[in-house]
Nanobody
Framework: QVQLVESGGGLVQAGGSLRLSCAASRSLFTFNAIGWYRQAPGKERELVAVFSKGGSTNYADFVKGRFIISRDYAKNTVSLQMNSLKPEDTAAYYC?????????WGQGTQVTVSS
């Protein structure tokens, strides 16, 4: 069973920064894809940034130029540096990893951006 544990969420003012981390219970090399999604109240869960199979990195248009995804294979962690945060970035942020058989989700971490 894969465990993904997110951390780093919190309350920040608009224009501020936060860094989220996702610690995986096994090697990042075992996943086809790993990245971040978010879900705001009353909205569907949406992709934020992800490392896909083949090594590509994909960002949602609404975070391009503001968020940076990174990974540390030695620590089995994936991070999301979020800069220039906006109130509309307020959401629960989830780490998701996929292997050839299953998708795995973390429990989520709340990010709240005040105006």
């Amino acid at each position: 069973q894969v465990q993904l544990v997110e951390s780093g969420g919190g309350l920040v003012q608009a224009g501020g920064s936060l860094r989220l981390s996702c610690a995986a219970s096994r090697s990042l090399f075992t996943f086809n894809a790993i990245g971040w999604y978010r879900q705001a109240p009353g909205k569907e869960r949406e992709l934020v940034a992800v490392f896909s199979k083949g090594g590509s990195t994909n960002y949602a248009d609404f975070v391009k130029g503001r968020f940076i995804i990174s990974r540390d294979y030695a620590k089995n962690t994936v991070s999301l540096q979020m800069n220039s945060l906006k109130p509309e970035d307020t959401a629960a942020y989830y780490c998701k990893a996929s292997d050839p058989w299953l998708d795995y989700w973390g429990q989520g971490t709340q990010v709240t951006v005040s105006s």
